[in-house]
């Protein structure tokens, strides 16, 4: 399994942007994926990248906003979100996909998760 990093989270007035960095200690060999947890509430698929082709997916509700990227020479994905709302704080998460395709969008579907990093945005 990988072992991955997140970073770039803080504080944020909303309207403002972060983007967020998931460093893996190896090649991802599926995908990888962004999740958020809010107090209080069940963690939330956010988006995937299949790391071969490139194709991203994301929640209904994410599209728009938030934009997962990758670099493959770094083996580092990205999660850029713009017009942060006070709703978006929560713990984020990256994770390493499994051979689950059918289960991408849920946290059954990956194998392997970083520690988090807390985004808060203020109103």
């Known amino acids: 399994q990988v072992q991955l990093v997140e970073s770039g989270g803080g504080l944020v007035q909303a309207g403002g942007s972060l983007r967020l960095s998931c460093a893996a200690s190896?090649?991802?060999?599926?995908?990888m994926g962004w999740f958020r947890q809010a107090p209080g509430k069940e963690r939330e698929f956010v988006a995937v990248?299949?790391?071969?082709?490139?194709?991203?997916a994301y929640a209904d509700s994410m599209k728009g906003r938030f934009t997962i990227s990758r670099d493959s020479a770094k083996n580092t994905v990205y999660l850029q979100i713009g017009s942060l709302k006070p709703e978006d704080t929560a713990v984020y998460y990256c994770a390493d996909r499994g051979p689950y395709g059918d289960r991408q969008y849920y946290p059954s579907g990956y194998e392997s998760w970083g520690q988090g990093t807390q985004v808060t945005v203020s109103s």
């Open positions: 990248i299949n790391w071969s082709g490139g194709t991203t």
């Open positions: 190896g090649r991802s060999r599926y995908g």
